[in-house]
Structure formats: C-alpha cells, structure tokens
C-alpha cells in the first residue's frame, strides 16, 4: 500500500436480513472482479446472509448456502463466485490444501472466517464486519434482535468511493 493511500470505514445499522442482503447486494453490483472479500463476524451474525446479498449483485440464481462442511462453493453470474469458510480451518490446512490458488483472476472471493487463513490470507479488497448490534445482547430488547453492526472497510482506491458513497446514502442510519 503506497504511503497517503486512502481508506474508508463506514459503519452503518442493519434491521433485519433482508437489510443485510440488500447491502450485499449493492456491494455485488458493483464487482468487476479480481476483488477478495474478507467476512468476519461471529457464528450466525450474518456472514452468509451478505454472501446471499452479494450473489444477488452478480446475477447469481442459484440459492447461496453455507460453504462451512464444504469449505468453498462456487457460483455462476455475471462473475464466478468463489465462497469460502475456513470456520474448521488451521492456517496450515489452508496452505496444505491450496484452497486460494488457481482461483481466475477475472472471479470474486468472499470468505468467511478469513482471520482462521492467518498469514496465508491473500491481500483483501473490501473487509465486511458484521456485529450484533448492543441492542441485541440486552435480554429486554426483542424487537432488536436482528439489528447488526456492519462495517465496510477498504484501501483500494475505487470501493473507498463505494463505500463513501453507501455511507453517505445510509448516513442518517449509522
Ligand atoms: N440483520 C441481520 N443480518 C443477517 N442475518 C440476520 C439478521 N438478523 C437476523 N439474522 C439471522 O441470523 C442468521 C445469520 O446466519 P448466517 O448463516 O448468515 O450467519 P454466519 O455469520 O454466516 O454464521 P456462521 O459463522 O455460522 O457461518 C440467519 O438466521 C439470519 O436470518
Ligand atoms: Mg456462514
């Protein structure tokens, strides 16, 4: 990363899934791939939830489900979508298995888990933090459960103005 590059981190509040897909979404939409995605979060935040939302921004049909006993799934769009989850995973299983290699370089990769891959993580487009809102975790607060935290994080120069962009549209919500 060259010195004085930019960043971007923008925070922003998520109802329900539906509101966590139609983010995923946006964020498909404007793929041209070669971009890895990182998704991090804890079980059931909603990482798969996005990689649905995402899908969706490809083009993709067929139904996205949790890669977490496969490891990857692959789908057909607009790109090629490679989905990962190194959930069950050492960094030396995903060396040893040459998971992140021969991967084309005109597909996308979204990964779960990313932070299991340890140093053989490949260099991240956009980062994707998904946190259960505080809201959640208070036992008094049932209408909350589905809120989320997410936070879009990138250096590379073009989603930086994605995510200037979504943050600004979504502002009134962070
Ligand atoms: N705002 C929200 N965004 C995403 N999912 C939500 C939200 N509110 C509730 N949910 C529910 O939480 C669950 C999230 O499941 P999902 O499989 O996407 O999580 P995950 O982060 O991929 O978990 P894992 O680490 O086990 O792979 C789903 O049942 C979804 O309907
Ligand atoms: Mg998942």
């Known amino acids: 990363m060259s010195q004085g590059s930019k960043r971007a981190k923008r925070t922003l509040v998520v109802e329900d899934p539906s509101e966590t897909r139609c983010l995923g979404r946006l964020l498909g939409e404007r793929l041209q791939g070669g971009e890895i995605i990182l998704l991090a ?30 490891l990857e799934r692959i789908y057909r769009g607009r790109l090629v979508l490679h989905h990962f989850d190194f959930y069950r995973l050492t960094q030396e299983d995903v060396i040893e298995a ?43 607060s049932v209408k909350s459960e589905n809120k989320r935290r997410i936070t879009l994080e990138s250096t590379d120069a073009r989603w930086v ?7 600004r549209h979504t502002s009134k919500r962070i």
């Open 98 to 140: 040459g998971l992140l290699y021969d991967i084309d370089d005109s597909a996308v990769v979204a990964i779960e888990w990313p932070e299991r891959a340890g140093e053989a993580l490949p260099g991240w487009t956009l980062k994707v933090g998904i946190h259960f809102h505080e809201e959640c975790l208070d036992p008094g």
């Open 41 to 70: 979060g804890a079980l059931g935040a909603g990482k798969t939830t996005m990689v649905q939302g995402i899908a969706a921004g490809l083009g993709i049909q067929e139904p996205v489900k949790s890669p977490s006993f496969v």
């Open 161 to 167: 103005e994605v995510i200037e962009t979504i943050g």
